[in-house]
């Protein structure tokens, strides 16, 4: 991991041990931060890494706390295409039709599939993990861990870490009033269909959406959502009448674009062990953007 100009440095001016340095140097940071950047080789004296949390100190020595920095990698030779990697993530831009994971009918052809020969292509042990996941027929930003460590700390606490889930999607007609909040319980039939719950059990789902432009058949929305329930966009937007064009499970009656109009084009998370935020931003694919030009 990469250290920017947004490390912090500190000057030791008696003997003391790492970890009880730290804490005294940074009262404002939760101590738990700070073992953690410790153990994710953040820590640094005198230019050399450090992990132990009772390294010795000297007066003199220079103590420099580090943060992640970006580390773009090319599209390898295949259907992945990488938007960001370092030590602990793999993000990826995933093509719509593409399973994130395996199911009973696919297990080769998916998006996991494809960033786990990516990470063993350079070590055989090297192995992902999956943090959150996109439809089938969405396209867009999804995140991968390196490891069960990072996997746990993102799952466990994904509402929070997730800042901003950025959609662009093209619906059929204009939804009114053109921006709004969604906010119901979603409930899933035994063929897989998601719909709004009138009563009883359901998980609460939240799906914010502006009109960025229309026509008289389409609009272009810009959408972020609070939960990430299966088929929530669709399913909101199937519920205000105005279904995702190419959505014919949830009652779409056309298909300009020959594939779901709904991409993730953005997504802010707060790294659970720095607090660093991190944008990973994906284009919304052509295919979907000349529906409003048709």
């Known amino acids: 991991?990469?250290?920017?100009?947004?490390?912090?440095?500190f000057l030791v001016e008696r003997s003391s041990e790492l970890l009880g340095f730290l804490i005294e140097a940074q009262p404002e940071r939760p101590k738990g931060k700070i073992?953690?950047?410790?153990?994710?080789?953040?820590v640094s004296v005198d230019g050399k890494t450090v992990t132990k949390f009772n390294f010795p100190l000297k007066a003199g020595q220079r103590v420099t706390v580090g943060t992640f920095t970006p580390t773009y990698s090319k599209a390898p030779a295949s259907e992945l295409k990488i938007i960001y990697e370092d030590d602990e993530l793999l993000v990826i831009d995933k093509p719509a039709g593409m399973l994130a994971i395996a199911n009973e009918?696919?297990?080769?052809?998916?998006?996991?599939?494809l960033a786990m020969e990516y990470v063993r292509a350079k070590n055989s042990h090297n192995r992902i993990f999956v943090v959150h996941r996109l439809d089938r027929e969405t396209s867009g930003v999804?995140?991968?861990?390196?490891?069960?460590?990072i996997k746990h700390a993102f799952q466990d606490n994904w509402e929070n870490i997730a800042e901003y889930r950025g959609y662009t999607a093209v619906v059929e007609g204009v939804p009114q009033p053109e921006s709004g909040r969604i906010e119901n319980k979603l409930r899933e039939t035994e063929s897989h269909l998601v719909y709004a719950a009138k009563m009883g059990d359901g998980k609460l789902a939240i799906t914010n959406y502006k009109v960025r432009k229309?026509?008289?058949n389409y609009s272009l929305l810009d959408i972020?959502?609070?939960?990430?329930?299966?088929?929530?966009?669709?399913?909101?937007?199937?519920?205000?009448?105005?279904?995702?064009?190419?959505?014919?499970?949830?009652?779409a009656k056309t298909n300009p674009a020959h594939r779901l109009c709904l991409h993730a084009d953005k997504l802010v998370i707060i790294h659970p062990y720095t607090d660093e935020k991190m944008i990973f931003e994906s284009p919304v694919p052509q295919k979907i953007l000349k529906v409003m030009k048709q």
């Not at 959502?225 to 014919?248: F, L, V, W, Y």
């Open 35 to 42: 073992k953690s950047e410790l153990e994710h080789k953040l």
């Open 214 to 216: 229309k026509t008289d």
């Open 1 to 9: 991991m990469s250290k920017n100009a947004k490390s912090r440095t």
């Open 142 to 149: 999804i995140i991968f861990a390196k490891n069960e460590t």
């Open 224 to 251: 972020d959502i609070e939960t990430g329930r299966k088929n929530q966009i669709r399913a909101h937007m199937s519920g205000i009448g105005c279904p995702i064009a190419g959505d014919k499970k949830y009652g």
């Open 105 to 113: 009918k696919e297990r080769d052809i998916t998006a996991y599939h």
